[in-house]
């Protein structure tokens, strides 16, 4: 029976895998913002970027590194000498290896043997821990792989570098793993390697699993989760940061060091710098997250608010309302409202105030909405393009010139 961990650490990859998402980029200021709110909110990792992608990255990471976050700083490298030379430039305390380790991945990604994927991963561990920072080791594709190679990893590198390895991390790269599956692998890894490895799921989003395979991966025994704020990642995103918050807390009753007060500045400031909006019907933080129109909903939450409510909204800082509309069935809450305005009335005057309300809003025009939402889609389209093919082609066709007028 796997004794499951009561204390989560999180790892967030916001700054990594969030700003990977297709059409996402931060500057360098953005990048500094979110890093101290990240560590201000209580994440234990920060999962900064990739140093071997380019010297600007370095320097923001760098950067990092010096506002002297409580947070620990990491960064994701492959298992090659020249990203592990970069991440250690760039003054990362932890260092991501990632390897694919399914097979699919192996053979036709890297072109590798099994036998050569595990040479080459222990090699890089130990140019790392070399290097003095500690080793987390990613398996790409885990949720595709055999396990067993995953465990003869892990032992291989538990045996030359029992004091580095600081997380083993299984990602479901794809997103295609149930609940139920994670769980079971993790339990099964767990008891294949013992109590000494921290286990840690990073889980995308492609079925809408993300966060329930990563709340299912701690009931299986992991320590530690990864998670991105608002869900931002690659395509479809990665387990969000109060979905699985708010899991831990409420579902499993697991303790963490996040502030859940700060959750929805966290939510905004990544909205703001990732041109996204909040979804109004994403959990947590969503803007219809904890409000409320329905007739038959209303009257029984003015009864006892655990009615529809079994997440409280001040957990997050967050106040639950009314909305009068289409879908109001009672005449008790026109009177709550004026009521709450000092106004005293009674029933068949409410329901006569009621019936008005309903007659607006089944003749307003729906023109402003339809209108607004194509706008709408067309900026977020536009802020997600990406740079223009037309450019690309532009500028290759400039480099050529220059190059033969030299």
């Known amino acids: 029976m796997v004794q499951a961990s009561t204390k989560i650490d999180i790892i967030d990859c916001s700054l990594r895998d969030g700003e990977q998402s297709p ?45 002297d976050l409580v947070a620990t700083l990491g960064a994701t490298a492959r298992p ?16 991501f290896l990632f390897m694919p380790t399914s097979n699919l991945r192996l053979n036709t990604t890297l072109g590798w043997s099994r036998e050569t994927a595990s040479d080459n991963l222990t090699q890089a561990a130990c140019q790392a821990a070399e290097l003095g920072m500690q080793i987390g080791i990613v398996f790409e594709d885990a949720t595709r792989a055999d396990p067993t190679y995953m465990i003869e990893l892990v032992n291989r590198l538990q045996q030359v570098l029992p004091e580095w390895i600081e997380h083993i991390i299984i990602a479901d790269s794809v997103g295609c793993s149930k609940p139920q599956s994670m769980q079971a692998l993790f339990q099964q890894l767990h008891q294949a390697c013992g109590s000494e490895v921290t286990w840690v799921p990073h889980c995308h989003n492609d079925f809408g699993l993300a966060s ?54 966290l939510s905004l400031l990544v909205a703001l710098i990732s041109g996204i909006p909040v979804h109004p019907l994403k959990p947590v933080v969503g803007h219809n997250a904890f409000r409320h129109e329905s007739g038959l909903h209303v009257d029984a939450m003015l009864k006892n608010h655990h009615s529809y409510e079994f997440l409280p909204a001040d957990w997050v800082g967050r106040k639950r309302e009314y909305v009068i509309g289409k879908h109001s069935g009672s005449s008790a809450l026109v009177q709550h409202f004026l009521e709450q305005k000092g106004e005293s ?19 307003d025009s729906k023109a402003e909405h339809q209108a607004w939402f194509k706008t709408y889609q067309t900026t977020i389209q536009y802020l997600l393009a990406g740079v223009d093919e037309e450019f690309v082609a532009n500028q290759y066709q400039r480099l050529c010139d220059e190059k033969n007028l030299k």
């Open 23 to 67: 059409g996402i980029w931060f500057d360098f200021d953005e990048k500094l913002a979110l890093a101290r709110a990240l560590s201000e909110a209580g994440v234990a990792v920060l999962d900064a970027g990739f140093p071997a992608s380019s010297s600007e990255e370095i320097e923001i990471i760098q950067a990092i590194a010096h506002e």
């Open 345 to 363: 009335l009674g029933r068949e005057i409410a329901e006569a105030v009621l019936q008005r309300i309903k007659h607006k809003r089944m003749s």
């Open 80 to 95: 090659i000498h020249r990203d592990i030379v970069s991440a250690d430039k760039a003054h990362a305390e932890e260092v």
């Open 212 to 265: 329930a395979n990563t709340l299912a991966a701690v009931q299986g025994g992991a320590q530690a989760v990864t998670t991105t704020v608002n869900g931002i990642g690659e395509r479809a995103g990665n387990a969000d940061l109060a979905e699985v918050v708010a899991g831990l807390t409420h579902l499993l009753n697991k303790s963490h060091n996040i502030n859940p007060q700060a959750l929805m500045d």
